[in-house]
């Protein structure tokens, strides 16, 4: 387990977008800009997902997850985050979701048509890496 | 070869971060913000690093690369260019470094002090993903 430097600590708190890039089954990365939920408690970050997506199909052959946020105030400053995925929780309501949703500015964001596939990815904090 | 969305060109055309990533000897993803820069002519995206850092060292093994450009105007949109390092070319002078910093904003940026070990990093653009 990794400490999140406390300086830096804000990057994760805020609702900043992150860029969680993942390894595809043919070895080459991928990467895209996601919502994410920094849980202190259990040290892990969670995400929203669909199990008939891309990343999550990635996931299934490759565990690693790496996430970077860059610092808004200060485009020298940014956090890298390294770790796996230790758990897919199903979360068929889509409820998340919303969660997700009020954190990044929209109280009122619906749970999304495709909630049946929906689940949270759980990704562990193996390694940090700052600027 | 892919072919960027007229309507996202500007993702790569005018000065945004990238988050780049990687994956690393043990198979699994880095990801970093990155300065680049577009050429249309050769229809490639360049970065300046160096030899000693753990990019470098992780597309000698997997020249995969993968980069996300964010819209600062709308969070809901963004660019993923998948390709592969095609080129590494010496820039022993690093004269690639303040080309870069000048298109991020600062016209005075001094070459770096690691400047003999500088390569300029040449990604081909093979896939584009957009949302």
Same sequence: chains 1, 2.
């Avoid at 993942?22 to 669909?50: A, N």
């Avoid at 889509?94 to 997700?100: D, E, K």
């Amino acid at each position: 387990m990794a400490t999140i430097p406390d300086d830096l600590l804000h990057l994760l708190t805020d609702p900043n977008y992150g860029a969680l890039a993942t390894v595809r089954p043919d070895g080459t990365p991928q990467v895209e800009p996601m919502w994410f939920l920094y849980e202190s408690k259990s040290h892990t970050i969670r995400f929203t997902h669909t199990i008939k997506r891309a990343k999550f199909r990635n996931l299934q052959t490759n565990p690693g997850m790496a996430l970077c946020i860059l610092d808004p105030e200060d485009p020298y400053r940014f956090l890298e985050v390294r770790g796996r995925l230790v758990e897919a929780i199903p979360d068929p309501e889509g409820s998340f979701y919303p969660v997700l949703g009020e954190r990044y500015g929209n109280p009122d964001t619906p749970v999304p048509p495709d909630k049946a596939d929906r689940v949270i990815l759980v990704m562990s904090i193996d390694h940090v890496v700052q600027k």
